[in-house]
């Protein structure tokens, strides 16, 4: 699969049982519908974080294409305090995390009690991945 902002081949890395594509290149990680669940099964907070998806139609990101499905990706603000602009295909193929998100998210909500998930991330991508 190709990477959805650089283009380059993303790697595919398992992370708490859950296969996620990484890019090399830019540090972006592509999650498959789900696997953000996944990620985040267990957590108080995880529906709360899951219901707090909302498109953000004033954005002026360049839109990006799926990798799976190739059509355009909405811009999706997530998050309770503080707010996060991910790409998530229309389709419902999956996440688009630039560099950084998915552990501002992660570290935001407080949704891995033991920092497991966030420890995993930190060592296999180094800080803010």
Same mark, same amino acid.
């Given at each position: 699969?190709? @990477?959805?902002? @650089?283009? =380059?081949?993303? %790697?595919?890395? =398992? ?11 830019? *540090?972006? %990680? !592509? ?12 957590? =108080?907070?995880? &529906?709360?974080?899951?219901? +707090?998806?909302?498109?953000? #139609?004033? +954005? ?18 997530? *998050? ?5 602009? %991910?790409? #998530?295909?229309? $389709? $419902?193929? /999956?996440? !688009?995390?630039?560099? /950084? ?6 570290? =935001? /909500?407080?949704?891995?009690? &033991? $920092? ?9 991508? *180094?800080?803010? +991945?």
């Amino acid at each position: 699969m190709d @990477c959805p902002l @650089c283009k =380059e081949p993303m %790697i595919v890395l =398992e992370l708490n049982e859950v296969e996620i594509d990484h890019c090399l290149a830019c *540090g972006g %990680i !592509w999650l498959d519908a789900g696997e953000l669940e996944l990620l985040l099964e267990g957590a =108080e907070e995880k &529906d709360k974080l899951l219901s +707090s998806f909302e498109v953000d #139609k004033s +954005s002026k990101e360049k839109r990006r294409k799926c990798p799976i499905c190739l059509r355009r990706m909405e811009k999706v603000l997530c *998050g309770t305090q503080r707010r996060v602009r %991910i790409d #998530k295909c229309r $389709n $419902n193929d /999956g996440l !688009w995390f630039d560099k /950084g998100e998915l552990h501002d998210i992660l570290k =935001e /909500g407080h949704f891995d009690e &033991d $920092n497991k998930v966030l420890t995993l991330l930190d060592d296999m991508f *180094g800080k803010k +991945s």
